[in-house]
């Protein structure tokens, strides 16, 4: 029995740019997915950043998700571009260029909204080891409760309200310090979008669209919010990353 050997005729997608950045991408030299070359095929003013695969549909391994991190984030610190999700690939060149021609119109206004632009992460934590203890002893309104539950007298209506207002409280002081945040990095910005929190103990999860030569003012205005917080507070933020947040694709393939 002769072994039947896979041809590698698709392409993995990584980014769709602009046909001008091609002969300076190729230049680059960079590998992808399997350690295939990447490539960069045209049609018209737009452009998508490609490397030889066979035709399948491919795990989210580390060393895979590793590869396609590394495209896109190289991608992104000299070209406008937009980042294309983990594991889009192609079947052959025809429907490489079909995407291409069939969403032309919402890749150019994506590129003109995003191009040049990087992401910024900034999240915002209590600190405290038991976060409703730290609002209780914050709030009388909880002290009341907490005394109520600890002494057996409290009925399962009083708890429910417990809850109703830890969670007003909480949700309060989410919204003030997000606010704070927003003031202050919004005229740096291009776009802002808050994130959901994971666990009580997160305030804030902020996204930040930003022009890739501002890095360094936006860096100076987080510290600077950050001196208007305590102790009770940790503050970190992270990027440049390619703006998946802010690239919003439906792709049509067929």
Same mark, same amino acid.
């Given at each position: 029995?002769?072994? *039947?050997? *896979?041809?590698?005729?698709?392409?993995?997608?990584?980014?769709?740019?602009?046909?001008?950045?091609?002969?300076?991408?190729?230049?680059?030299?960079?590998?992808?997915?399997?350690?295939?070359?990447?490539?960069?095929?045209?049609?018209?003013?737009?452009?998508?950043?490609?490397?030889?695969?066979?035709?399948?549909?491919?795990?989210?391994?580390?060393?895979?998700?590793?590869?396609?991190?590394?495209?896109?984030?190289?991608?992104?610190?000299?070209?406008?571009?937009?980042?294309?999700?983990?594991?889009?690939?192609?079947?052959?060149?025809?429907?490489?260029?079909?995407?291409?021609?069939?969403?032309?119109?919402?890749?150019?206004?994506?590129?003109?909204?995003?191009?040049?632009?990087?992401?910024?992460?900034?999240?915002?934590?209590?600190?405290?080891?038991?976060?409703?203890?730290?609002?209780?002893?914050?709030?009388?309104?909880?002290?009341?409760?907490?005394?109520?539950?600890?002494?057996?007298?409290?009925?399962?209506?009083?708890?429910?309200?417990?809850?109703?207002?830890?969670?007003?409280?909480?949700?309060?002081?989410?919204?003030?310090?997000?606010?704070?945040?927003?003031?202050?990095?919004?005229?740096?910005?291009?776009?802002?979008?808050? *994130?959901?929190?994971?666990?009580?103990?997160?305030?804030?999860?902020?996204?930040?669209?930003?022009?890739?030569?501002?890095?360094?003012?936006?860096?100076?205005?987080?510290?600077?919010?950050?001196?208007?917080?305590?102790?009770?507070?940790?503050?970190?933020?992270?990027?440049?990353?390619?703006?998946?947040?802010?690239?919003?694709?439906?792709?049509?393939?067929?």
């Amino acid at each position: 029995m002769i072994d *039947q050997v *896979q041809v590698a005729t698709g392409f993995y997608v990584y980014s769709f740019l602009r046909s001008k950045d091609r002969e300076a991408i190729l230049s680059e030299n960079l590998m992808g997915i399997e350690e295939a070359k990447i490539t960069v095929i045209e049609s018209g003013d737009l452009a998508v950043v490609v490397s030889p695969i066979v035709p399948k549909k491919i795990r989210p391994q580390r060393k895979f998700l590793a590869a396609h991190q590394e495209i896109v984030t190289t991608l992104a610190k000299s070209w406008s571009m937009l980042p294309v999700s983990f594991g889009l690939i192609a079947d052959d060149l025809e429907q490489v260029h079909y995407i291409l021609d069939k969403n032309r119109d919402i890749l150019n206004e994506q590129l003109n909204r995003v191009g040049g632009n990087v992401e910024m992460t900034v999240a915002l934590k209590w600190t405290a080891a038991n976060i409703p203890q730290y609002f209780v002893d914050r709030y009388p309104e909880l002290q009341a409760a907490r005394a109520l539950i600890l002494e057996g007298r409290a009925t399962r209506e009083d708890q429910i309200e417990m809850g109703r207002v830890y969670e007003s409280v909480l949700n309060a002081e989410r919204a003030t310090h997000t606010k704070v945040f927003m003031d202050k990095l919004s005229s740096i910005s291009k776009e802002l979008e808050v *994130q959901p929190n994971r666990d009580d103990a997160d305030v804030m999860r902020l996204a930040c669209l930003i022009a890739r030569e501002r890095e360094e003012e936006f860096t100076a205005a987080v510290y600077q919010v950050a001196e208007l917080f305590t102790d009770d507070f940790a503050i970190t933020f992270n990027g440049p990353w390619p703006p998946y947040t802010f690239v919003k694709l439906a792709l049509s393939m067929e």
